[in-house]
């Protein structure tokens, strides 16, 4: 379990937690790929992990908000159980790319609007640059992880902006 309680107070627990995180696993691209590796969409239970999932993106305006709410949203959506490890390990990779950003807790920010330019930045530079294969291969994993985090992003803007139109099968 990720201690996003402990995120809420700043970015000195953020930088901890972040941490305490890479120590676990072997490093952080291994984080990244293994949080690639598995599905965008969530890996639930239940339907009522689903409805309870939808209901939380419901409350969160992902367009408008702080990394300390998005923390709160994904400490609500780790508490129902609805997300395999790996998913909220993608997700709370959003609180560190903000932190390495210079976002401050309290700065609203639209996050889809941020990782449409972060991807489409990082697809430029993987396009227009010469890697060798290794690398070129470790960079592909990261785009693709940013790729989900961008889709989970936009998957929980069209819940909090449509909430009675979305079907279950929009976060399953």
Do not use: C
């Not at 696993?25 to 992990?49: D, E, H, I, Q, V």
């Not at 419901?58 to 490890?85: C, H, N, W």
């Not at 959003?94 to 330019?117: C, M, S, W």
């Amino acid at each position: 379990m990720l201690p996003f309680t402990a995120l809420l107070s700043g970015t000195e627990l953020l930088t901890t937690w972040w941490n305490g995180l890479r120590t676990a696993s072997p490093s952080t691209g291994a984080t990244l790929s293994s949080s690639s590796s598995g599905s965008t969409a969530p890996t639930t239970g239940s339907k009522a992990g689903v409805l309870a999932l939808r209901e939380i993106a419901a409350r969160y305006d992902v367009t408008k908000i702080t990394p300390s709410e998005f923390a709160q949203m994904l400490q609500q959506i780790e508490q129902t159980g609805a997300l395999s490890e790996a998913d909220r390990q993608l997700l709370a990779q959003i609180l560190v790319d903000l932190h390495q950003e210079g976002i401050a807790p309290n700065e609203t920010i639209d996050l889809v609007r941020f990782y449409t330019k972060k991807v489409e930045k990082f697809r430029d530079s993987l396009e227009n640059r010469s890697f060798p294969p290794a690398g070129h291969r470790h960079l592909e994993a990261m785009l693709a992880a940013m790729e989900k985090r961008l889709d989970w992003l936009r998957r929980f803007a069209l819940v909090h902006t449509h909430p009675e139109g979305a079907s279950l099968n929009l976060l399953s």
